[in-house]
C-alpha cells in the first residue's frame, strides 16, 4: 500500500534537490533562510503559537551570516526554536541522544514557562497522568493518554536506540514518519512535544538527504493540513498497531512540500534574473528594500502587492514619498501595477 506515495513523494524530493544544486553562494543561502523562516513560523503555529516572522527572519539572518537591517532582535523564545531547527539540520550527522534532546526542549522554553504554566524545561515530564484533552472544563474530550511516567524512561530508550540504529533496510522516508508517530505516542515531555516531533523529523529527512541545507518545509504542510493531522494521529494512536495510514498521509505531505519547495526556488531564481537585469541601475536603500521583500519568498511577504502604505510602513517615510519612488520603479521596468489604478493600487514586481 506504500509503494505507491512512497515512489511520489522520492520523485518530489528528487526534484527538490535538484533544483536546489541550481542556487549556489549567497542565492542558495537565501533560498535555505526562505525555508527556515517558514519552519519556524509553521511550526510555532501549530501548536497555536504566533510568532513574528521578521523576528524569526532575523534570528535565521544572524545565524546564516545574511543582512540583519531593519530587522527586529528577536525574542529569546524564537532564538531557541531557530537553534534547535539549526541542530536537526547541521548536526545530522551527530547521534540523537537523550542529552541532546533535553537541550533542545531547554532551548524551546528557556523561561521554564508555556503560556501561564511553569514547565520542567530541559526534563522529562512528572509523575501526574499526560493527557491531551479538548473542550470545556467537566465536558473535556479526552484525546490522548501517554504511557505512564514509569515506562517513560525505557520507552524512550528504545526509541533513541531505534532512531540511532533502525532496522536495515528501511527506507528513510519511512523511518521520519515512524519516529514522528512514536515521540509523539511516548509524549516524553509537559509540552513542547510537537515541535520536537518536527525537529525529530528534520533531523530524519536531513539524514536521509545527506544534507544539511533544508530544501523544503515539512511543518508547512502540517500547518496547511492541522485538522487532518490531529484527527490522524489520534485515530492511529487508539487504532493499534497498523500504522500504514499514518504513513501514507505522512508521505503525501512529503510529495506537497518538495512540490512547494520547487515554487521557492524558482522564485530564488526569478529574484536573480531580476537583479542581473539591473546590475547598473542605481537604487536608494528603501527602494532596494522594497524590491527584496517583493521577491524573496517566505510567510513575511506583500502578500496582495506592495502598495503606498505597505512601502512607507516599512521605510518609515512619507506617504508622499512612498508614491513617488514606486511611481520612479514603474518607470525604470522594475515594479508594474496590480489591476486597476487608484490611491491604493498594489504593484507586482516585474520579472521577465
Not at 313 to 341: F, M, Q, W, Y
Request: with cysteine; aromatic share 6%; charged share 20%.
Amino acid at each position: 500500500m506504500l509503494a505507491t506515495p512512497l515512489a511520489r513523494a522520492r520523485f518530489a524530493q528528487g526534484q527538490a534537490l535538484g533544483t536546489a544544486r541550481m542556487l549556489e553562494g549567497q542565492l542558495g543561502l537565501e533560498a535555505w533562510s526562505a525555508v527556515l523562516v517558514m519552519e519556524g513560523v509553521t511550526t510555532g503555529a501549530i501548536e497555536g503559537e504566533t510568532l513574528d516572522a521578521r523576528a524569526v527572519r532575523s534570528s535565521v539572518a544572524r545565524h546564516l551570516g545574511l543582512p540583519l537591517a531593519g530587522l527586529p532582535a528577536p525574542a529569546r523564545t524564537v532564538e531557541g526554536l531557530v537553534e534547535v531547527l539549526l541542530d536537526a539540520a547541521q548536526g545530522h550527522a551527530k547521534p540523537l541522544t537523550r542529552a541532546r534532546l533535553l537541550k533542545w526542549h531547554s532551548a524551546l522554553l528557556p523561561k521554564g514557562r508555556s503560556g501561564l504554566h511553569d514547565v520542567r524545561a530541559g526534563k522529562l515530564r512528572g509523575s501526574s497522568p499526560m493527557q491531551v484533552v479538548s473542550g470545556r472544563i467537566g465536558r473535556e474530550k479526552v484525546h490522548f493518554v501517554a504511557p505512564p511516567r514509569h515506562a517513560l524512561s525505557t520507552g524512550l530508550s528504545e526509541f533513541l536506540q531505534w532512531f540511532v540504529r533502525p532496522p536495515a533496510g528501511l527506507d528513510g522516508l519511512l523511518r521520519a514518519g515512524v519516529a514522528h508517530l512514536w515521540f509523539l505516542t511516548l509524549h516524553p515531555f509537559e509540552d513542547g512535544n510537537g515541535r520536537l516531533a518536527l525537529a525529530l523529523t528534520d533531523l530524519a529527512i536531513a539524514q536521509d538527504e545527506q544534507t544539511a541545507i533544508r530544501t523544503w518545509s515539512l511543518s508547512s504542510r502540517t500547518l496547511a493540513e492541522r485538522e487532518a493531522y490531529y484527527e490522524l494521529l489520534e485515530r492511529t494512536r487508539r487504532g493499534g498497531l497498523d500504522i500504514t495510514p499514518w504513513l501514507s498521509w505522512f508521505l503525501e505531505q512529503v510529495y506537497e512540500a518538495a512540490v512547494d519547495a520547487n515554487a521557492v526556488a524558482g522564485r530564488m531564481v526569478a529574484k536573480a534574473r531580476f537583479w542581473l537585469r539591473h546590475v547598473a541601475d542605481t537604487f536608494d536603500a528603501r527602494q532596494e528594500k522594497a524590491l527584496n521583500r517583493l521577491l524573496d519568498p517566505g510567510p513575511d511577504g506583500f502578500e496582495g502587492g506592495l502598495t503606498a502604505r505597505k512601502y512607507a510602513g516599512i521605510n518609515h517615510c512619507s506617504r508622499a514619498t512612498a508614491t513617488r519612488e514606486l511611481a520612479d520603479l514603474v518607470a525604470r521596468g522594475c515594479l508594474r501595477p496590480n489591476g486597476k489604478g487608484g490611491r491604493s493600487v498594489a504593484y507586482g514586481v516585474w520579472v521577465d
